[in-house]
């Protein structure tokens, strides 16, 4: 795969040339989300971290088979009563469960969830029909069995159909995904720690 510039994602991921990158092979428009899913934490900036949630939008929106092309990014689809109808296979790859174990399922099997701010992340893409986004530290046992220690960057998006779509991508260390976080500073991103 080849790599992505930073230039060629900032490019892209500004409001004027935005829709050009529905033109690009499907291959190239999975590296433009998985690039801007890594570059996201690395933005100082607010702004430049909405332009690349919205360049992530559109490619999702546009087509969302592209996440069959992901080498590092889960991607799961639940429709609008939050029963998961799709996911890829990081998403299976990463969790160590089978398709079967989760599609028809409400999202709400991974207990994890119940009562977090992700669960409230979830809940207000689903309210406000916008774009969320977090950086999530992560130590906990899925229900799979599977221990997580690390880092995810997640980003939810609204889907036509009243869905949504949930992008994560998961790192050992921070410094893999994300510059340093205060969330106490202005315009910092959304910081959750999810212990069990």
């Known amino acids: 795969m080849a790599t992505i510039k930073r230039s060629e994602l900032i490019h892209f991921s500004k409001a004027a040339s935005r829709e050009d990158v529905l033109h690009l092979a499907p291959s190239r428009r999975a590296e433009l989300v998985e690039s801007a899913l890594t570059s996201l934490y690395r933005m100082t900036s ?6 690349l949630l919205s360049l992530v939008q559109t490619i999702m929106r546009d087509d969302p088979s592209v996440s ?4 590092d990014t889960a991607y799961a689809v639940c429709n609008r009563h939050l029963v998961v109808t799709f996911v890829n296979d990081i998403f299976l790859n990463r969790s160590h469960v089978e398709s079967k174990d989760l599609i028809g399922r409400s999202l709400y099997f991974e207990r994890a969830y119940e009562g977090t701010q992700i669960e409230q992340l979830y809940s207000m893409v689903m309210e406000t029909r916008m774009v969320a986004d977090a950086l999530v530290r992560y130590v906990a046992t899925a229900s799979s069995g599977t221990p997580f220690d690390g880092w ?15 992008l994560s991508r998961y790192a050992k260390k921070r410094e893999e995904i994300a510059e340093e976080v205060n969330p106490d500073l202005p315009g910092a991103p959304r910081y959750i720690v999810l212990n069990a």
């Open 152 to 166: 995810f960057v997640l980003v939810v998006i609204p889907l036509e159909d009243g869905g949504i779509g949930i």
């Open 46 to 51: 607010q702004a430049d971290r909405d332009d």
């Open 68 to 71: 069959t092309l992901f080498t």
